[in-house]
């Protein structure tokens, strides 16, 4: 994870440098830290100033104000710790000895340990505990390396040190890089890691994410893989990993949303709940446009190529996305007919299943970022390419909210969730808008497959465009009755959460809400399971939630809720409030609506007692302790 920026140009670097964490700030908030070179004109000598603080941004905005940071050029991080505790000595950037070289880091340099050693080996000491602090002692040392040889104090130098480094660091990284002694010159460098720069007037602006280039950038350049970039106020020079010089012509910088208001809202969690109505109704009316619905058909954007070859589909994912592509594997396969199984992105890299022809190849990601999902489909890629036999080529689909995403550039074909900027860290209204995007795609391919006759797939569309309608009903219901409900939550230590069939996903989900927003400990299990071991948890202190929604599973879920019952555990359904369920303590009312569509409403109470649950508590909600918006790491 981890955020970085770097400018360089005619403006005072700081208050760039802090415009643009800010903006990153979802990838991580455990530290963060600036360092800015004054140039050599003004003090006839270059002075590297470093700013660090514990937490928040606005922690290191306050220092910056009363100690001051000069120079125009700099470089600036926002930390999601991996390697040291998240406190002020591990904060980037971090620093050779002499204080000259200073670099921010996102990535994992897996070999850090090897290089430590041998750096201190060389009688190098370390100031921080951080797998990152290795790059700029081995840049100082090259440096001296390369001058030894007769190189200038310039900024080609400073690109072949970090050049000839590179070759030695093992895993993912982006870097920024500046040296005291070229306050005219900044290096910047990509491998597996997403990198952006951005060309302003007369400067230059590069960062993890195209959101921080907003108001800076009209037009920019995502870095390649392994590629190494010198920055200067008179241009960009490009090079790949055989130090070969690119050309390429930047592209527009569009889609990214300048501001973003909680407006009447305590936090964006709450705000981005309630948008999801309106969400919902843009995606209806943006893929059933006038007509399909009536033909039994929705829009998308793939031609028939795409869906005719299609024996099987693998969905890889982390999270909430993982959910969502749980959910929409259940889908594909109860109502398209094609077989579909679903991954953990971790997981699956290393331990892919045996090759398949025909295969679409799913990544689900709502910021495209995610390195897990991303190596995935990197893998996969790789082993499909070298097969003769074109069935096993690779057919890649993304599913993400950020079409100038990193997986945007890895696939061939992109499903747009186009829920708008999501500015909580716990997923809420792209998780939704990842399920919409697969019912489009189930639809699409029982249409294609003929799996489903075209009533069937109509009922099921006209099914779909009713959501919008009692969302609405739902969040306003559920915000009042979560409000109240979360009091008796106050003491609260072990949730569990039951689903099964369609429902199952959305157990998971609610589990996984409450354990990011409150740090209460809760499980999500298919309710069959329970008598198989996790029944052993249950005593009075242990509170269940059951989602129990008319349809297959109905009967199974509520006697599967009165296994619970027996053992004392207080015990809340999610159910329709004609039901008259007397089993429950409590219900979670919710329409009655056919089982296929209900996890788009079951998941509203889930996400709207979760966020009261935290906010009761008075947590930092909108970015809980230890978490990031984009994890950017393996
Ligand atoms: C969701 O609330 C979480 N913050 C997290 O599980 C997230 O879904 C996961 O990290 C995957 O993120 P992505 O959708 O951006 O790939």
């Excluded at 928040?56 to 120079?71: H, I, P, Y």
């Excluded at 409403?601 to 996400?607: A, D, H, N, R």
Aim: proline share 5%; aromatic share 6%.
């Amino acid at each position: 994870m981890c955020g970085i920026v770097a400018v360089i140009g005619s403006r005072e670097a700081a208050p760039l440098l802090l415009d643009g964490l800010r903006k990153l700030e979802y990838r991580g908030y455990d530290s963060a830290g600036i360092a800015t070179i004054e140039s050599l004109e003004k003090v006839k000598k270059g002075s590297l100033t470093s700013r660090k603080a514990k937490g928040k941004l606005t922690n290191l905005s306050s220092l910056v104000d009363e100690e001051g940071s000069s120079g125009h050029i700099g470089i600036g991080h926002t930390r999601w710790a991996t390697h040291g505790k998240p406190d002020e000595i591990n904060a980037h950037p971090h620093m050779d000895q002499e204080g000259k070289v200073a670099v921010v880091q996102n990535g994992i340099i897996e070999n850090y340990r090897l290089l430590k050693e041998e750096l201190e080996a060389q009688g190098i000491k370390f100031a921080s505990e951080t797998d990152t602090e290795v790059i700029p002692h081995l840049i100082s040392r090259e440096l001296k390396e390369l001058k030894s040889k007769g190189f200038d104090s310039n900024g080609l130098t400073l690109l072949t040190a970090v050049q000839n480094i590179s070759t030695l660091l093992k895993g993912s990284y982006a870097l920024a890089v500046i040296w005291v002694e070229t306050p005219d010159s900044l290096v910047v460098a990509s491998k597996e890691a997403p990198l952006v720069i951005g060309l302003g007037e007369s400067e230059f602006l590069c960062a993890s994410d195209t959101p921080a280039l907003a108001g800076f950038a009209r037009t920019i350049l995502p870095m390649e893989d392994r590629e190494v970039a010198l920055l200067t106020p008179l241009g960009i020079e490009l090079y790949n990993s055989e130090g070969i010089r690119q050309q390429r012509t930047p592209s527009l910088l569009t889609g990214v949303e300048h501001v973003v208001e909680k407006k009447h809202f305590r936090h964006f969690m709450l705000k981005e709940i309630y948008e999801q109505p309106e969400m919902a109704d843009l995606w209806i009316a943006r893929h059933f446009p006038k007509g399909f619905a009536e033909k039994a058909q929705v829009a998308l954007p793939f031609d028939d190529s795409f869906y005719e070859p299609i024996e099987q589909i693998q969905i890889v994912a982390c999270g909430s996305s993982r959910h969502a592509g749980m959910i929409g594997a259940y889908l594909l396969e109860q109502f398209a007919g094609i077989p579909t199984a679903v991954f953990y992105a971790s997981e699956f890299r290393y331990a892919p299943s045996p090759l398949t022809p025909n295969t679409l190849v799913i990544g689900v990601t709502q910021s495209g970022e995610t390195a897990d999902t991303l190596a995935a489909l990197t893998m996969e890629v790789n082993r499909r390419e070298g097969q003769k036999d074109t069935a096993y080529q690779p057919r890649l689909l993304a599913i993400t909210n950020r079409v100038d995403s990193s997986i945007a550039r890895k696939v061939q074909h992109i499903l747009d969730i186009g829920a708008g900027l999501e500015v909580g860290v716990a997923a809420t209204k792209t998780f939704l808008a990842e399920l919409l995007a697969f019912y489009g795609l189930t639809i699409a391919f029982a249409s294609h497959k003929k799996s489903k006759t075209d009533i069937e797939i109509k009922n099921f569309i006209h099914e779909i465009q009713s959501v919008p309608h009692y969302l609405r009903e739902v969040v306003q219901k559920h915000d009042q009755i979560s409000e109240v409900l979360a009091h008796q939550f106050s003491g609260t230590k072990d949730v569990i959460y039951l689903g099964r069939g369609i429902n199952y996903p959305i157990a998971l989900e609610g589990a996984l809400k409450l354990k990011e927003t409150s740090y209460i400990h809760a499980e999500g299990y298919p309710a069959g399971e329970m008598k198989h071991g996790p029944i052993a948890l249950l005593d009075p202190h242990v509170q269940v939630i059951s989602i129990a929604n008319p349809g297959i599973v109905f009967e199974k879920v509520l006697s599967n809720s009165q296994e619970a019952k027996a053992r004392d555990a207080k015990l809340i359904g999610i159910a329709p409030e004609s039901a008259e369920l007397e089993i429950f303590d409590k219900i979670l009312p919710i329409p009655e609506v056919s089982e296929l569509i209900s996890p788009l409403l079951t998941v509203i109470p889930m996400q709207l007692l979760s966020y009261h649950i935290a906010a009761n508590r008075g947590l930092d909600v909108d970015q809980p302790r230890n978490l990031a918006k984009s994890v950017t790491v393996e």
